[in-house]
């Protein structure tokens, strides 16, 4: 079964910076469809950036030019950099892919596809 592996969360202050990341048990997840949700306590999950492999890659307004995704292949890892980060940031953020292109990739996610655990990002004012 394919596994997606978050880490890098964790507690900093607006302003700061880090860098997420999630690596797959699969490589083929990486390459086709991949991206980055996140959910704040008592809201809806939102998107927050994704790649696909015919090179559409998606930021959410929220956080275009803070918040960049890159992945590499290589490594069979995909990474969210965030930087400035403000208060309303904080949430538990996922990634999430599928094994095939789905196009648009990233404009929609499905409790079917393949999520990770989830790492918690905290930013305090």
């Known amino acids: 079964q394919v596994q997606l592996a978050e880490s890098g969360g964790g507690s900093v202050e607006a302003g700061g910076s880090l860098r997420l990341s999630c690596v797959a048990s699969v490589y083929s997840y990486i390459t086709y469809c991949i991206g980055w949700v996140r959910q704040a306590p008592g809201k809806e999950r939102e998107r927050v950036a994704s790649?696909?492999?015919?090179?559409?890659?998606r930021v959410a307004d929220s956080v275009k030019g803070r918040f960049t995704i890159s992945q590499d292949g290589a490594k069979n890892t995909l990474y969210l950099q965030m930087n400035n980060l403000k208060p309303e940031d904080t949430a538990v953020y996922y990634c999430v892919a599928i094994p095939y292109l789905r196009s648009p990739c990233g404009l929609s996610w499905y409790s079917d596809d393949t999520w990770g655990q989830g790492t918690q990002v905290t930013v305090s004012s």
């Open positions: 790649i696909g492999s015919d090179g559409d890659t």
